[in-house]
């Protein structure tokens, strides 16, 4: 995007929706402030910058509808349709969102909180607690066997998607210890030598994956009901022909899956998404 450096570009969400223009290609308004959009926000805070715009997370206040030619949005329903920089700016301004929707009031005594000056933090009027944004790490793992990776699918995501496993770390563990017990409880299986592959933010809603690749140790693939409706062993060769599809390219679980394509000699380019 190109124009005055002073107009900032505004993720404005008003709930899970970002207000984005309706036409293609998908992108977020531009002015020197919200007002000019018609917009009433209740929360702004500048998070960084992308094509020479400043940019800026904004609430907008729930009655607000969107301007003409514009709409709210979930992130979800455009992970195909947009590239790594701007969902990453995107999801960035979605979790300061989110921040200031539950840290409104303090948790320890239940004072109000207001911006604390030179810190990414809220700071309690009453109790003087200070509030940083919230971040819950999550291990995603792609484990391997042989010339084979395993892929499963869960019962929440879409029709004919398939992914590798994921899970939240609990209170006490490692990463490492994580990937394991993740492994063995969602598809009844071992793995060895743990290795990490490389991270990145995902908003839903405040989640840090970490990616790791792991070896499998031994079992029979045992999906835990509830979690996992189907898993299984799949060769670099038989993605692109199969009737599975994969994540979109702004996830680190298809960096995972096109590292191991490449590795196989295949392009990722040939893999199917979500239609």
């Known amino acids: ?18 207000l984005v223009f309706e036409d293609e290609p998908i992108r977020v308004p531009i002015a020197r402030d919200p007002g000019d959009l018609g917009l009433d926000v209740s929360f702004r ?3 960084g910058a992308l094509d020479g715009h400043a940019c800026w ?19 979800r329903s455009f992970f195909y349709e947009v590239d ?5 700016m995107a999801g960035r301004a979605k979790q300061f969102v989110g921040w200031h929707t539950t840290h409104r009031f303090c948790g ?17 009027t009453r109790c003087g607690m200070m509030h940083y944004p919230r971040l819950s790490p999550a291990a995603i793992v792609l484990v391997r066997r042989g010339d084979r990776i395993l892929l499963a699918r869960s019962p ?19 990463i490492e210890e994580t990937v394991a017990r993740e492994v063995r409880e969602e598809v009844g299986i071992e793995v060895r030598d743990i290795r990490y592959f490389g991270s990145q933010p995902w908003p839903f809603p405040n989640s840090l994956m970490i990616g790791f690749t792991a070896d499998y140790a031994g079992g029979e693939l045992s999906p835990e009901p509830g979690e996992i409706e189907d898993a299984g062993w799949y060769r ?6 199969s009737p599975i599809s994969v994540p979109a390219r702004v996830s680190i679980a298809r960096a995972m899956i096109d590292d191991f394509v490449e590795r196989h000699g295949l392009d990722p380019a040939d893999l199917k998404i979500p239609e």
């Open 45 to 47: 805070w500048e998070i």
């Open 236 to 241: 670099a060769d038989e993605l692109p022909e």
């Open 57 to 75: 997370a904004a609430e907008v206040r729930a009655y607000d509808g969107p301007p003409q030619g514009m709409i709210f949005r979930g992130l």
């Open 1 to 18: 995007m190109a124009g005055d450096p002073k107009e900032a570009l505004w993720f404005a969400f008003r709930g899970d929706g970002l």
């Open 156 to 174: 929440g995501f879409p029709k004919g998607l398939y992914s590798v496993l994921a899970g939240f770390v609990e209170p006490g563990e490692s």
């Open 84 to 88: 790594e920089e701007f969902f990453r």
């Open 108 to 124: 320890r005594c239940g004072g109000e909180t207001e911006p604390a000056p030179g810190e990414l933090a809220k700071r309690c």
